[in-house]
């Protein structure tokens, strides 16, 4: 079965930092483009991070330029989103996904609340 399976979310205060996982089964994650995206109430989906598994570059939006790292390890097939200096309007759900051509697989969502 192919799965894709986020954690690492929880309350920090703001300043804090987080590592979220992206850990694959079922496939791996050779060639793919694993992108993390966040959710907040009453938002849309916002990109906040990707990267390409065959090349590994990596892309950041304004919002969290400096903040967020994106890191992949291939021998767990799993990809890390860490957040550092969190603000309150970081808190949202954040969901990966796993993309090659058409095919794209999506995790179940971490969430992610940040006090001020």
């Known amino acids: 079965e192919v799965q894709l399976v986020e954690s690492g979310g929880g309350l920090v205060q703001a300043g804090g930092s987080l590592r979220l996982s992206c850990a694959a089964s079922?496939?791996?994650?050779?060639?793919?483009?694993i992108t993390w995206f966040r959710q907040a109430p009453g938002k849309g989906r916002e990109g906040v991070s990707c990267?390409?598994?065959?090349?590994?570059?990596?892309y950041y939006p304004d919002s969290v330029r400096g903040r967020f790292t994106i890191s992949s390890d291939n021998a767990k097939n799993t990809v890390y989103l860490q957040m550092n200096n969190l603000k309150p309007e970081d808190t949202a759900v954040y969901y990966c996904?796993?993309?090659?051509?058409?095919?794209?697989?999506w995790g179940q969502g971490t969430q992610v609340t940040v006090s001020s």
């Open positions: 996904k796993a993309t090659q051509l058409w095919v794209d697989y």
């Open positions: 079922g496939f791996t994650f050779d060639d793919y483009v």
């Open positions: 990267i390409s598994r065959r090349d590994g570059r990596t």
